[in-house]
């Protein structure tokens, strides 16, 4: 018998942590360890309700348990949020091509994201922070709604801002409460003098409209196609680069990324969307 | 031994009958549809002269199958060997491209080799191609040279029936009482007959013929409105997409039994609209022509580009089958056309 990739392994919701008005994050225990490369992702099943594809917002250096970042869109989202610890779930993969993070040595890592996009990017962070002195510079630029959109408000107001090596800045579109940081949508703080160019590679990951922006204005900074690595959403389903529903032209995201260098994809109309 | 003659059918899909499960073409209408041979009955079955209606790859991949079992794994279900008589070159054609998603080394479907492995094709020469029929654009032709473990050729006399594989040189071998030896004047025939029906196939042609490779042709219309042109005329009832031997699109839901959850996996066609969408509502193609230039474009650019084939066998059932009377061949030869005129134009500026 070929081993069945449509079979899940079994895990069970441990803990669930309310991250903004509508995005949790879902702290998972897989039966056995599981082992993922940054920016891989996984197909979650609710068992008997449905299954889709997120990317795993814990870093991999951690397998016992594993942290999924989930925004409430459709269906399948939308019963894993009426979810409480003690859920039996399933999960397949790792599915795909994540961030070449050896790739980035030596250089300055300009990270751009935006809304539920900080979550396959906590997990690439995560891991440049675990061996951040490989690489000239941490540099993140985030984005979201309002302050209560930002999901990982603790670290992210908090611990990450005093890392050595990293560079936070922070904005949203619209400024509640105490907000005293910048307000205008992430391209604002976006700025050709935050990195050296000619040493740095450029990670995109939000809204298909804040990336298609963000990834127009690095490209006016100097930085190559190839050198901006954007994460791709879509509709996912087999994960094995069979079933036809995530293709981008030629590629399958699901096993040709969800990690691309927009190089490889920019000749395509249909991808922002 | 690797061919023989015989003089009836019958005797051989009885013999082959004994081990397998064998599926023979029964004309029901205007077409051949695929039922399970009954030995016991009186109809005598005849040699398909046109491929069937139905396709193979609902042999190999089913509508609906059960793709697996948790939170405890079952055992995989048992497929018995099963032989399918009455294949065509375009039929063969497309289950080499199967093979090449479903076999492929990094992630094997054990559903479809499962069944792959147990399957006993029987082709057959092609004798009247159907007004929709294409294969010779698509690089093939009606008869098969490769991809069989048998084929038969229908002669004046009898039928030729020739191995191709290691399972149907076997097969000669051990019923080589039944078989008579083959002579230079029956391949003669054979071949004659061969060469008819390639004729036949491009007199229904003649106004589709082609100037260009297809990929060209198709790749070069990136920005044509030919596919929107038949948006229109499109009724998304996704026939098309059922009825193509190497559409391959599926997804897969979750159900609750009594005591086991089910992942199912189900056909599912690129041409309906919500396909591509995704959860917060974003849809790639959201417009009939994007969807049906997708679909184009994967079958003879991006399939090719991956796989070193073209995803279209030119079996021409999208044709037979399209409400509203959309012609894949007409889209082509347009394309065609274009380019050809684009590249008039490029020889112009370059004098």
């Known amino acids: ?273 | 031994m690797r061919a023989g003659f015989i003089r009836q059918l019958k005797p051989f899909l009885e013999t082959v009958a004994e081990h397998k499960e064998l599926y023979v073409p029964k004309k029901t209408g205007e077409h051949y549809v695929y039922t399970r041979y009954d030995p016991s009955s009186e109809v005598s079955v005849e040699l398909n002269n046109i491929r069937p209606c139905s396709t193979v790859k609902e042999f190999l991949f089913p509508v609906c199958e059960l793709a697996s079992i948790f939170p405890e794994p079952a055992e995989p279900e048992e497929v018995k060997p099963f032989a399918v008589f009455g294949l065509k070159d375009c039929d063969l054609r497309s289950i080499e491209i199967l093979d090449k998603v479903f076999a492929e080394e990094e992630f094997r479907d054990p559903l479809y080799i499962n069944r792959r492995e147990n399957m006993f094709l029987i082709s057959s020469d092609c004798f009247e191609p159907g007004k929709s029929c294409f294969c010779h654009l698509c690089g093939g032709q009606p008869f098969s040279q490769s991809g069989y473990d048998l084929n038969v050729s229908e002669i004046n006399e009898g039928f030729i029936i020739e191995a191709g594989s290691q399972k149907g040189r076997d097969f000669i071998e051990k019923y080589s009482e039944n078989f008579s030896e083959v002579t230079d004047s029956m391949l003669a025939q054979r071949d004659k007959n061969r060469a008819e029906t390639q004729k036949k196939l491009e007199q229904i042609n003649a106004e589709y013929r082609l100037d260009m490779p297809l990929k060209e042709i198709v790749e070069g219309g990136e920005d044509s409105d030919v596919f929107d042109e038949d948006a229109p005329d499109c009724v998304e009832c996704q026939g098309c997409t059922r009825i193509c031997p190497t559409c391959h699109c599926f997804y897969l839901y979750d159900t609750k039994q009594k005591d086991y959850f089910a992942k199912m996996k189900m056909w599912d066609g690129c041409l309906r609209r919500a396909y591509a969408e995704v959860a917060g509502g974003q849809n790639p193609r959201k417009m009939i022509g994007d969807r049906i230039k997708h679909r184009l474009m994967h079958k003879f650019v991006y399939f090719l580009d991956r796989y070193g084939l073209t995803m279209c066998i030119g079996c021409g059932r999208c044709i037979e089958t399209c409400a509203g009377g959309i012609d894949m061949r007409k889209a082509l030869k347009k394309l065609n056309e274009e380019l050809k005129g684009k590249d008039r134009k490029k020889a112009k500026v370059s004098k």
Not at chain 1, 235 to 261: A, E, L, Q, R, W
């Open chain 1, 1 to 273: 018998m070929n081993e069945n990739p449509y079979q899940p392994i079994n895990g069970e919701i441990v803990e669930i942590i309310d991250e903004s008005p509508t995005i949790k994050s879902f702290v998972v225990v897989p039966e056995e360890p599981f082992k993922f490369e940054t920016g891989q992702f996984v197909e979650l099943t609710l068992p008997g309700e449905g299954e889709a594809p997120f990317t795993p917002s814990s870093s991999p250096s951690q397998t016992e348990k594993m942290e999924i970042t989930i925004m409430k869109a459709g269906r399948v989202t939308a019963l894993l949020h009426k979810c409480k610890a003690g859920q039996q779930i399933g999960i397949r993969g790792p599915y795909g091509n994540g961030y070449p993070v050896d790739n980035f040595v030596g250089k300055e890592v300009y990270i751009v994201g935006g809304g539920v996009g900080l979550a396959p990017i906590r997990s690439l962070f995560l891991t440049l922070v675990e061996r951040i002195k490989d690489f000239k510079t941490v540099v993140c630029r985030f984005g979201a709604k309002t302050p209560d959109d930002f999901i990982y408000k603790k670290t992210l107001f908090g611990s990450w801002q005093k890392i050595p090596g990293v560079h936070l800045k922070l904005t949203v579109d619209e400024a509640k409460g105490n907000w005293k940081d910048n307000v205008g949508v992430v391209t604002t703080i976006l700025d050709p003098k935050d990195v050296n160019i000619n040493s740095a590679v450029a990670v995109v990951c939000g809204p298909p409209i804040m990336m298609k922006f963000a990834t127009l204005k690095l490209q006016e900074f100097g930085f190559s196609a190839k050198d901006i690595y954007l994460s791709m959403e879509k509709n996912m389903s087999c994960g094995i680069g069979k079933c036809g529903h995530c293709m981008i032209g030629k590629y399958y995201v699901c096993k040709d990324g969800p990690v691309f260098t927009y190089e490889q994809i920019k000749g395509y109309r249909d991808i922002w969307a």
